[in-house]
């Protein structure tokens, strides 16, 4: 649950390996070498032998790229980021810079020059970066050179072995369709766009039309394989068979050609003069160069699986609703401990992480739905860690949760019908004034979310505002996304759809979102209000020319009234809470002792 990487070992030895690195860049006549966070279908969260970031730079969080000069080098995070990468990365080897505002192409850019060769592992960039990184070199006279093996994988002696976790089929009383129905299903897509075949490579997208659910990265449930769907014909799954049972086999039999992993690029070169559709945002640069040596007629567009795994059908919304409940009650359970064992001084990161994954277990086999996993990796934060947004425990940084102090715990579990992920900023003792101030400014907007009615063709650009308003008010505001999309038993982040400031994809009926504002004050705590929510569909808006979306919210887990600064709030927003809070005890108390129904009963009281 908690990281022991080395416990932070990882960065005295960061000095040695980019050493090590320069030197065998050296010896093949480079002057630069780029790491990505990634593996060959560009996962978010990686299996141990694709952390070649983490193995070298010392930073273990899902989003980042290093860059490796010569005399130089640097590693670029986004926000969510800047201060787990201060505390894990050796800033004497490594310059830190923002993702965002720093791109590093153009950091690139800045510092080569005519002559210098720059490496990449083709399999592990997109397209759509291997273009700007080439663009970067052709401006300063360099090039860029696709490379045959990884320079890390020869330096990193104990790299793990590849994944072979074992997959099962998702039945269709959870998926809600079969899987020869799905494939029929984006067939007609293929037709739209005038291809022949599509090559799938992101692993959710695989996992989700063909009904399978692997173990090849920790608490994502999903399969490392690449697939090629065609218009007519049957579809060609490349998984390794070693993680398929005879049942598994068979049943994928019936819908796909199963081809070992060594047959993908042999694959790919069979489709000379074929119409291919390839997307550069998600498909590695090696993919496109074998389409492209073969004579394949590469048509660049959108993964045709990426917007119907988005939109959940009845079935899987139920089954959403479902978690929700057995996870709300585990979260209940978890608060009302919390509250008893806390004052006592005793309760640490760790030991409120585990007791929580506890909660989940137990109230799960009450349910009688067994508890698959944990989404992700439990974020627990006590005071000043509770600003790191994606904190992540280890037995170095683990703190007590001492009175006067916040605590933000972010976490989620895996079900088979269903994938949650909540955020609650809990009060330990007596919280200051600002403390509530602040809280109730991310709590407003977390209910302006909650509540907007939005017209068809709405975007999560549009909508990520009403979450920042009122801390911009006072000139604060938070360095993340608002929302982003949630699978169905799959991965706890999902594509296209999110509330951002880059979040361009239009919210659509079905999709399920996280609705998550905070504010973190470096060096002091962290807050954050989380609950994931559904677009329902288009309803008439009394006395309005045109129908409306809205959301309806999942979770279903107290908010902390301690925090609450109620003459901050409107009356619309006090009766949202209200309503919020009196749907808890009918959903969950039956999960509960007696104990916790009263403690429920109290943390829900109305405002």
Known sequence: MFQNFDDRSQTAAGAARLAKLRATLADAGLTGFIVPHSDEHQSEYLPASAMRLAWLTGFTGSAGTAIVLRDEAAIFVDGRYTLQAASEVDTAAFAIAHLIETPPSKWLAARIKSGDRIGFDPWLLTVADARRYRDACISAGAELIALPENPIDAIWADRPAPPLGTVREQPEKYAGESAASKIERLRPILSEKKVDAAVLTLADSIAWAFNIRGADVPHNPIVLADALMRRDGRPALFVDSRKLTNAVRASLDAVADIGEPSLFAPSLASLSGQRVLLDPNTASAAIHAILQDAGAIIVEGTDPVIAPK??????????????????????????????????????????????????????????????????????????????????????????????????????????????????????????????????????????????????????????????????????????????????????????????????????????????????????????????????????????????MLGFETLTLVPIDRRLVERSMLSAEESAWLNAFHARIAPAVSHLLDDAERRWLAEATRPL
């Open 310 to 547: 988005a939109r959940k059908n009845h079935v899987e919304l139920e089954g959403a609703r479902r978690a929700h409940i057995r996870d709300g009650a585990a979260m209940v359970r978890f608060l009302c401990w919390l509250d008893r064992e806390a004052p006592s001084g005793k309760v640490d990161e760790i030991g409120a992480a585990e007791a929580l994954e506890r909660f989940r277990t137990e109230t799960a086999a009450r349910d009688g739905t067994p508890l698959e996993d944990i989404s992700f990796d439990t974020i627990s934060g006590a005071g000043p860690n509770g600003a790191i947004v994606h904190y992540r425990v280890t037995h170095a940084t683990n703190r007590r949760l001492e009175s006067g102090t916040l605590y933000l715990v972010d976490s989620g579990g895996q079900y088979r019908d269903g994938t949650t992920d909540i955020t609650r900023t809990v009060a330990i003792g007596e919280p200051t004034a600002e403390m509530r101030e602040r809280f109730t400014r991310v709590l407003k907007g977390h209910i302006a979310v909650a509540t907007a009615r939005f017209p068809q063709g709405t975007t999560g650009t549009h909508l990520d505002a009403f979450a920042r308003r009122p801390l911009w008010d006072t000139g604060l505001d938070f360095d993340h996304g608002t929302g982003h999309g949630v699978g169905s038993f799959l991965s706890v982040h999902e594509g296209p759809t999110r509330i951002s400031r880059t979040g361009h994809t239009v919210l659509e009926p079905g999709v399920i979102l996280s609705n998550e504002p905070g504010y973190y004050k470096t060096g002091a705590y962290g807050i954050r209000i989380e609950n994931l929510v559904v677009v329902k569909e288009p309803e008439p808006a009394p006395g309005g020319e045109r129908p």
